[in-house]
């Protein structure tokens, strides 16, 4: 029998309820029916005052339900910009920007979270 997520991160609840993100959310893209697909770009100054709009490097990459939980339950200690929308499994982040200390680099990362039936459909 698969771990329930929410008892995994039962000690976050508290954290994650305020992005609504519930253990019922965390199970429901555990159960093998969605697909997250996530998309990195980073960006950095090299010399500039302002971060450029096009990435200097691009990452897409599938993830699990724990690592997007593992993102989420972050946001608390890291101080990200959210951007939240409604999806397949309700109204959840869908986008997390961080810029690094010393104002030198920023990731965005964005969540697509994909329905798996017999076709593959986008949500978000």
């Known amino acids: 029998m698969m771990n329930l997520l929410s008892r995994e991160f039962a000690d976050y609840n ?3 309820a305020k992005v609504n993100v519930y ?3 965390l199970d429901t893209l555990n159960n093998g029916s969605y697909r997250i697909i996530m998309t990195q770009n980073d960006y950095y100054l ?3 005052k302002a971060f450029s709009r096009k990435p200097q490097k691009t990452e897409i990459q599938e993830i699990t339900a ?3 939980a593992c993102y989420i339950s972050s946001i608390g200690f890291f101080g990200d910009r959210i951007s939240k929308a409604y999806t397949a499994v309700g109204f959840i982040p869908v ?3 961080c810029i690094n200390p010393s104002r030198t680099h920023k990731i965005e ?3 697509k979270i994909e329905i798996i039936r017999g076709e593959s459909n986008v949500i978000n």
Do not use: C, V
């Open 46 to 48: 090299e010399g500039r």
């Open 109 to 111: 990362r964005r969540f």
């Open 95 to 97: 986008q997390l920007t």
């Open 66 to 68: 724990r690592q997007y």
């Open 14 to 16: 508290k954290a994650m």
């Open 23 to 25: 253990g019922s959310t």
